[in-house]
């Protein structure tokens, strides 16, 4: 395993990562709450840990990444019922749709994606300890966290007290013993989903969705947590201290890693404030790759101010100079010249190096572009060697091209050059395949349901059955 140092956001320091049980590690990323098509913001959150993922697995750990789907909140509901739509219907369209983005993106290294609502039993047990333990109390048929018994809540930010409040717009709830306290389950209302609970039919509140989830998958800690800068508060704090209050133990999380935010002229892009642009349309305009290379040609930590008409077509550009090189080698490999010049030994040693330099680079707290800068400098050195690749053996071409499969295997740039392009969209003939499934389940043919299921697990597709009679797939675990 290789050892890498990140940027932990609640030490405010680089650290060595250590994982709790090597080589095995636990990560997960907030997902995304699909009330409405996703954004370019979005899109840079999940490239970013992606290849923190990749790299994990690169080096030898053996991750197990989730990212749940908040498929149920305020946002989705108040989407839902502007559009007469049903809340979960609506989500799971979404979520569909973000899906086809992230193939697109070459994102495929989550290996679960849970939906909040498949966990409603273990966010009632987190409930039933919090209030045993005096850490949440029931008020009006919702339950709500007492953040004055957790003492470091906003380590994590950082917010005093007055800033907790002043950040958080939300409508009075008169219930509420102290402004701060949040609701962890919210008192069901005529026409939304609710479950039973032993305090009232409800549903959940944001951020016990999260740690119900990780409770069950990750356990009550765990090495890695991922999202957006913007999630720290209320949604991180309010994570810590649900979890640790529930269960007892600390920390939740060894490592909190936070993506920088994508701004517009200097605001973040949100929903909220009206200036989205729509990822499925942008990866339409520019591709996915293209895009790829726009968000790792900056440190996932910054700040990327995203200017429409400027930001995309100047990456486009951009992107294929750092990938015309290895369009070029790999076109004069695809004509298998057996034999041919060989490379001359500097450069035969530069380019067994450079992988090793690259792994080094990104194991300084992922940075994606210094990696990218390395990869410019060697198109050059490879343009250095004139036109006629054609001249030089295989195995030159192939030395030549190993700092490239580097950046195709870890960043995912240049996948697509490969030609074995899994970015096809199956969605939809999946999706057809689980609903003949479903259908011969429901008249009692197991026989072709488990030939269906056997036929997808052969095609790399894993499905898992979900609550309420639905059944998801996801790409089949790529790690060992
Ligand atoms: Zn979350």
């Known amino acids: 395993m290789r050892r890498f140092q990140v940027y932990d956001s609640l030490s405010r320091s680089l650290r060595l990562f250590v994982p709790i049980t090597p080589p095995r590690v636990g990560m997960f990323v907030c997902g995304l709450t699909p009330y409405a098509e996703s954004h370019i913001g979005h899109g840079r959150t999940f490239v970013s840990f992606d290849v923190v993922a990749r790299a994990l697995r690169r080096w030898g750990y053996r991750l197990f990444y989730v990212q749940n789907v908040t498929n149920l909140d305020d946002k989705v509901i108040a989407r839902a019922a502007e559009e007469g739509a049903d809340p979960l219907a609506l989500a799971e369209r979404h979520f569909q ?39 949440a109390y029931a008020a009006g048929g919702s339950v709500y966290y007492s953040v004055a018994k957790f003492p470091s809540y906003g380590a994590l930010s950082g917010q005093r007290r007055e800033e907790q409040l002043a950040g958080t717009r939300v409508a009075p709830e008169p219930l509420k013993r102290a402004p701060e306290d949040f609701a962890i389950w919210k008192a069901a209302t005529p026409g939304e989903p609710s479950w039973e609970s032993a305090w009232g039919p409800g549903r959940p509140g944001w951020h016990i969705e999260d740690t119900a989830i990780t409770g069950r998958l990750l356990g009550a800690r765990y090495d890695l947590h991922g999202g957006g800068m913007e999630l720290k508060f209320p949604h991180h704090e309010g994570e810590i201290a649900i979890s640790e209050a529930a269960t007892g133990e600390s920390p939740l999380v060894n490592y909190w890693m936070h993506a920088g935010l994508l701004n517009m002229k200097g605001e973040k892009m949100a929903k909220s404030l009206g200036n989205v642009v729509r990822l499925d349309r942008t990866i339409e305009r520019f591709g996915g790759d293209v895009l790829r290379f726009y968000y790792l040609n900056a440190h996932y930590r910054s700040p990327l101010d995203f200017e429409e008409g400027k930001s995309l077509e100047e990456a486009r550009e951009a992107y294929d100079r750092l990938i015309a090189p290895y369009r070029r080698l790999l076109r004069a490999l695809g004509r298998g010249g057996a034999t041919g010049r060989s490379l001359p030994a500097e450069l035969a040693r530069s380019a067994a190096d450079l992988p090793e330099r690259l792994d080094a680079t990104l194991a300084d707290d992922f940075n994606a572009r210094e990696a990218v800068a390395q990869l410019f400098t060697w198109g050059r050195r490879v343009g250095s060697l004139g036109d006629d690749l054609e001249e030089y053996s295989e195995t030159a071409l192939t030395e030549l091209a190993a700092p490239y499969r580097w950046a195709s295997e870890v960043l995912g740039l240049g996948e697509a050059e490969e030609g074995n392009s899994p970015r096809l969209d199956l969605g939809p003939a999946i999706e057809a395949a689980i609903a003949a499934r479903t259908r011969a389940r429901g008249r009692g043919d197991f026989a072709e349901s488990d030939r269906i299921r056997d036929e997808l697990r052969a095609a790399g597709i894993e499905l898992e059955d979900a609550g309420g009679g639905r059944t998801r797939w996801r790409p089949a675990r790529s790690d060992p």
């Open 97 to 135: 749709g973000y899906l086809a983005s992230m193939a697109e993106l070459g994102v495929r290294s989550v290996n679960l994606y849970p939906f909040a609502t498949d966990y409603i039993p273990e966010i009632l047990a987190q409930m039933r300890s919090l209030v045993d333990r005096g850490s």
